[in-house]
């Protein structure tokens, strides 16, 4: 693979003043996976998901760690306060867990996507 060769991978930009923290939710052999929590530093970016994504659909939450705005979509599944990776998204708070929407992004099965996350309302997003 040459030098300049697009790397494959899911990431996330953060075009905001402030720090984020992001976490994604995706479809694995194992069941529904989150995990979390990726701190993105104000103009930058991180990488969440490295090599050829395996997945069409991929979920994202993000907070605004010093305004606690947030980034959301319609569809719930489990963090945790801490890092964590949760396997599942039913009975979140039954399992010691709290909910969030999520946000779909169809990725069209592409190999790389990028996610970038601003302070107007709702989350852009464009792909490499």
Known sequence: MGADAARAEFRVCNGTQNLVGVAIGYRAAEGWITEGWWQVPATTCATLIE??????????????????????????????ENEFKIVGVEDCF??????????????????????????????????N
Request: glycine share 14%; hydrophobic share 30%.
């Open 51 to 80: 090599g050829e994504l395996q997945s069409r659909y991929y979920y994202l939450y993000a907070e605004d760690a010093a305004r606690g705005g947030r980034w959301t979509g319609d569809i719930n599944m489990c963090v945790a």
């Open 94 to 127: 039954a399992r010691g867990y709290q909910q969030m929407g999520f946000k779909e992004y169809d990725t069209g099965r592409q190999g790389s996507w990028m996610v970038q996350l601003s302070d107007t309302p709702g989350m852009q997003e464009s792909q």
